[in-house]
């Protein structure tokens, strides 16, 4: 509910305050900034009601979320270009990438023996998806899915092949506020229907 929410966005500020270096990476702002504006997504009061007994959240807090998914792929794509790091610009960096990154998982062994011309594809379609894609988050619906699943299947990608914790799953969460309940009732057994939408 809100008043919990709103409890943890305070303790986890604080904590974040404190902590100095050891809590000022890209995921813990990502946190911060998705825990404040969640605040005015869920629920009011002290208990959550289920069916939803309010009206749905107001079309600006939904926006500003979309705005926040936006900030974070397209500044994740051009703090890549703009460190000067001449291996994302001649799209090189996974060569390194799998081995270097802090923690790998089983899965970035394999992705490392990939041959060279995998893995400058995969550097030119994060790119497109990390520079391009989240300016369809603005468009009309089919380009809203796109950046969606787009969005979503990189996160995956990443997730697989190296533990960021809860910064793809974040990520991930704020993709799917990008569709409707159109895209869930056809992703959703029936049975839950009535349950969740």
């Given at each position: 509910t809100?008043?919990?929410?709103?409890?943890?966005?305070?303790l986890y500020l604080s904590l974040l305050s404190i902590s100095g270096v050891f809590m000022s990476f890209q995921w813990?702002?990502?946190?911060i900034e998705t825990s404040f504006l969640a605040i005015f997504l869920v629920p009011?009061?002290?208990?959550?009601?289920?069916?939803?007994?309010e009206a749905p959240p107001q079309k600006i807090t939904i926006l500003l979320m979309w705005m926040?998914?936006?900030?974070?792929?397209?500044?994740?794509?051009?703090?890549?270009?703009?460190?000067?790091?001449?291996?994302?610009?001649?799209?090189?960096?996974?060569?390194y990438h799998y081995e270097t990154q802090p923690l790998p998982t089983v899965l970035a062994w394999y992705a490392y023996q990939?041959?060279?011309w995998f893995h400058k594809l995969s550097v030119a379609n994060m790119f497109s998806i990390e520079l391009i894609v989240p300016f369809f988050i603005f468009l009309w619906r089919p380009f809203r899915i796109f950046a969606s699943f787009s969005i979503i299947a990189l996160q995956a990608?990443?997730?697989v092949t190296g533990n960021y914790t809860?910064?793809?799953?974040?990520?991930?969460?704020?993709?799917?506020?990008?569709?409707?309940?159109k895209?869930?009732?056809?992703?959703?057994p029936r049975r839950f229907h009535q349950l969740l939408l």
């Open positions: 809100r008043i919990l929410l709103f409890s943890l966005y305070v813990d702002i990502l946190l009011s009061g002290l208990k959550p009601v289920w069916p939803r007994s926040l998914l936006f900030k974070f792929m397209f500044l994740s794509g051009a703090v890549k270009l703009l460190s000067g790091d001449p291996n994302w610009r001649n799209l090189s960096a996974l060569s990939l041959p060279q990608l990443i997730g809860f910064f793809n799953l974040l990520t991930i969460a704020l993709a799917l506020l990008l569709l409707d309940d895209i869930f009732s056809r992703l959703i």
